[in-house]
């Protein structure tokens, strides 16, 4: 069985840095196309950052490029947040997308590409 569970997040300041953290349990984190989205209040879930399976791919959304960092190990996907700003806050969710497929860069960006999520980690940002 699948489980995904995010931590790190928190309320942070405009300018600061968080790491965020998902624990996989039930597959390897490597073998799978990881990613991040997070939600805003009275937004749509949207696509942050992703790292492709079996790869060091990495895909980012525009707003956070040069911001932030996708990474991972066998268990866990991480994401470093730098220099947050407001409109960083939203809850964050980590998903896995099992299809193991070659696809282009955004279909990794769709919700409809994962398979399994995360019930997401709260980040504050300040101003």
């Known amino acids: 069985q699948v489980q995904l569970v995010e931590s790190g997040g928190g309320l942070v300041q405009a300018g600061d840095s968080l790491s965020l953290s998902c624990l996989a349990s039930g597959l390897t984190a490597t073998s799978v196309t990881m990613a991040w989205f997070r939600q805003a209040p009275g937004k749509e879930r949207s696509f942050v950052a992703a790292?492709?399976?079996?790869?060091?791919i990495t895909y980012y959304a525009d707003s956070v490029e040069g911001r932030f960092t996708i990474s991972r190990d066998l268990a866990t996907v991480y994401l470093q947040m730098n220099s947050l700003k407001p409109e960083d806050t939203a809850v964050y969710y980590c998903a896995a997308d099992m299809s193991r497929a070659y696809y282009s860069s955004s279909y990794y960006t769709q919700t409809s590409a994962y398979d399994y999520w995360g019930r997401g980690t709260q980040v504050t940002v300040s101003s």
């Open positions: 790292i492709r399976w079996n790869s060091v």
